[in-house]
Antibody, heavy 123, light 107 residues
C-alpha cells in the first residue's frame, strides 16, 4: 500500500543540525512532488517546503528559508530535509506528504502523509 | 502570504447533527482549497481538494463548497468517528498555508 515513513528526528541543541528522511513505497515516487509539513506541540499545521517530482523546483516557507534544504533521491524513493541553525521554535513533529497532482510543477493538496518524526530543539 | 481564517475555533455537536465549518482567505484563491481531518497523535488525512472534490474513500457525508475567498466544509450527519480537528489549506500560491483549525467536540 502507499506509505511514507519518516526518520531522523531527535533532540538537538539550538544552532544544531539534523537530516530528516522519508522513505516512500506503493506509488511511483519519481512522478510526484513532495512536501514537508510541521506541527509544533499543541499547535496547528505549518507547510515547510516542496520539491518538484524531478527535483528541479523547490519552495520554502519564509520561516525556514536559508536554514532548511529539501532534496530527493528518486533512485532510492527517499525524500530528505536538512535542517540547520535550529531554533527552539523549530520544535515540532515533521511530516512528509505526497502532492496529489501527477507531475505537478507547484504545491497542491497533500493526499498521503507519513506518521511524523519529532524534532526537539533544546539546551 | 495568504492568510486563512477558520471559524469557529471549537464546535460542540451531537451525533447526527449537521455541522458546517467556514474558511476565509485573505485574497481570492479560486478553488485551490483542501480540507483535512486530524485526530490526536495522528497525521492529517485529506478529505476534500479543489474546494469540492471528495477524495476517494472519504464518506459522502463530507462535502465542500465555495470559491474565491469563502469556503465551507459540511458534515451532513456527524458520526462518532468524526470528532477531530479540521484544517483548511490554500494552494493558490507557491507558499501553501493552513487555517488555525476547528476542533469538533462531543456535546
Amino acid at each position: 500500500q502507499v506509505q511514507l515513513v519518516e526518520s531522523g528526528g531527535g533532540v538537538v541543541q539550538p544552532g544544531g543540525s539534523l537530516r530528516l528522511s522519508c522513505a516512500a513505497s506503493g506509488f511511483t515516487f519519481s512522478s510526484y512532488g513532495m512536501h514537508w509539513v510541521r506541527q509544533a506541540p499543541g499547535k496547528g499545521l505549518e507547510w515547510v517546503a516542496f520539491i518538484r517530482y524531478d527535483g528541479t523546483n523547490k519552495y520554502y516557507a519564509d520561516s525556514v528559508k536559508g536554514r532548511f534544504t529539501i532534496s530527493r533521491d528518486n533512485s532510492q524513493n527517499t525524500l530528505y530535509l536538512q535542517v540547520n541553525s535550529l531554533r527552539p521554535e523549530d520544535t515540532a513533529v515533521y511530516y512528509c506528504a505526497k502532492d496529489n497532482i501527477l507531475r505537478g510543477n507547484y504545491p497542491n493538496a497533500f493526499d498521503i502523509w507519513g506518521q511524523g518524526t519529532m524534532v526537539t530543539v533544546s539546551s | 502570504d495568504i492568510q486563512m481564517t477558520q471559524s469557529p475555533p471549537t464546535l460542540s455537536a451531537s451525533v447526527g447533527d449537521r455541522v458546517t465549518i467556514t474558511c476565509r482567505a485573505s485574497q481570492s484563491i479560486s478553488s485551490w482549497l483542501a480540507w483535512y481531518q486530524q485526530k490526536p497523535g495522528k497525521a492529517p488525512k485529506l478529505l476534500i481538494y479543489k474546494a469540492s472534490s471528495l477524495k476517494s474513500g472519504v464518506p459522502s457525508r463530507f462535502s465542500g463548497s465555495g470559491s474565491g475567498t469563502e469556503f465551507t466544509l459540511t458534515i451532513s450527519s456527524l458520526q462518532p468517528d468524526d470528532f477531530a480537528t479540521y484544517y483548511c489549506q490554500q494552494y493558490d500560491s507557491y507558499s501553501p498555508t493552513f487555517g488555525q483549525g476547528t476542533k469538533v467536540e462531543i456535546k
